[in-house]
């Protein structure tokens, strides 16, 4: 069950594998999350890339006849089609919770179904603070069903996830309440999700997972 076009999520996917054939990054945002949890796919495309792939990135996307503008407000860039977006966070241009350049410094990334991306403990991070800032639209419902299938799926170290909250300054009281006042959003991943029995003690497994009192 996709919660995009599916014929705009197929148009993501391949140009995703194109990018990924012609420039070295590292995937984060929604297909980063598709990729640990095999949930739902993304209509977007987010990165973090470095200057030197950059402008490889840059000629590939020329030659599609697609160009990269630099967006000062948001201190990213991106490039924009009819569809969909690909935003591009380099290590002098991003606004995230969590520098591109730390992510490159401190080797935060694995590679996973041939991916260069972004530690589950950091995507969580960044998850939560999407969440946070647009917590009432459609992103943040999808913001939310990220959040919970890479916690079910994803193997999170708790001792470098703790970390990454004290480096970065970040409260994860909002996972708690994001797992036990979510319900839609568990039906994208969690196949008893109409039986409220079942979805009570899945969010308690959830919960004790994370040890949050």
Request: include cysteine.
């Amino acid at each position: 069950m996709e919660l995009w076009n599916e014929e705009i999520v197929k148009k993501s996917g391949d140009i995703l594998l194109e990018l990924k054939n012609n420039a070295d990054f590292v995937l984060i945002g929604g297909w980063a999350i598709w990729l640990y949890a095999q949930t739902v796919k993304s209509k977007d495309i987010d990165i973090y890339i470095n200057f030197n792939e950059f402008f490889m990135l840059q000629n590939f996307l020329i030659n599609k006849g697609l160009s990269i503008n630099f967006n000062p407000k948001l201190n990213k860039y991106e490039c924009k089609t009819a569809e969909l977006d690909i935003d591009i966070y380099t290590p002098d241009h991003c606004n995230l919770i969590i520098p591109c350049k730390e992510v490159f410094n401190k080797k935060l990334w694995k590679i996973i179904g041939g991916f260069k991306t972004i530690a589950p403990e950091a995507l969580l991070i960044l998850k939560l603070d999407s969440e946070r800032n647009r917590h009432e639209t459609i992103k943040g419902f999808k913001d939310r069903m990220d959040i919970l299938s890479l916690l079910s799926k994803a193997q999170i170290n708790k001792k470098l996830l703790s970390q990454l909250c004290k480096d970065y300054h970040f409260d994860l009281s909002s996972l708690k309440n994001i797992i036990a006042k979510s319900s839609m959003e568990y039906s994208y991943f969690f196949p008893q999700a109409e039986n409220l029995r079942e979805l009570k003690k899945f969010k308690i497994e959830l919960l004790k997972k994370m040890y949050i009192n």
